[in-house]
């Protein structure tokens, strides 16, 4: 199958830069894949499972929170607010952070602006324990 160059950071620096099959990631408007010939594409990131396919068939899962997508004249970037493979995410803090969101939005009494942060809160923890499945 035919590859593209593909890089992946966060603001702390990057995290892959290779070849690839595919990627494939929720952006702002559903699921999103790409593979080599895709034309030029920019898109907003939102939170989901995504996952990255090597030259050799190997599948690389991890949890993306967000950030910017572009395909350009065959190169694909992705700069995302957070990323973390799934080797990388520690399944019992997400678990803790879904229980405390969880309270909190039982509890009630939120401001819109606090109910806003909390269900991003659980979304991330969502998100990080469904890529761990
Ligand atoms: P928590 O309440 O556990 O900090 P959070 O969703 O508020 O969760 P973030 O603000 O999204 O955390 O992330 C802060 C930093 O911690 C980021 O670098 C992120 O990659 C890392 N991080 C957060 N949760 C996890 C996790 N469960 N496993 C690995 N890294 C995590």
Redesign the pocket.
């Known amino acids: 199958m035919r590859t593209f160059p593909i890089s992946i950071g ?1 603001p ?1 620096g990057l995290l892959f830069q290779g070849d690839a099959e595919r990627i494939v990631c929720r952006s702002i408007t559903g699921d999103l894949a790409i593979l080599a010939g895709h034309c030029n594409f920019c898109t907003a990131l939102g939170m989901g499972e995504a996952h990255l396919v090597l030259e050799d068939g190997t599948r690389r899962e991890a949890a993306c ?1 967000g950030g910017m997508l572009t395909m350009m004249d065959g190169s694909c970037r992705l700069l995302a607010t ?3 493979w799934k080797e ?7 678990s ?2 879904k229980e ?1 969101a969880s309270a909190k939005l039982a509890q009630g009494g939120l401001t819109d602006q606090e109910y806003k942060l909390v269900q ?2 659980l979304q ?2 969502l998100v ?1 324990l469904s890529v761990k499945e």
């Open positions: 966060t702390d929170i957070t990323w973390e990388d995410i520690d399944a019992e803090r997400a803790r952070a405390r991003a809160k991330r923890a990080r």
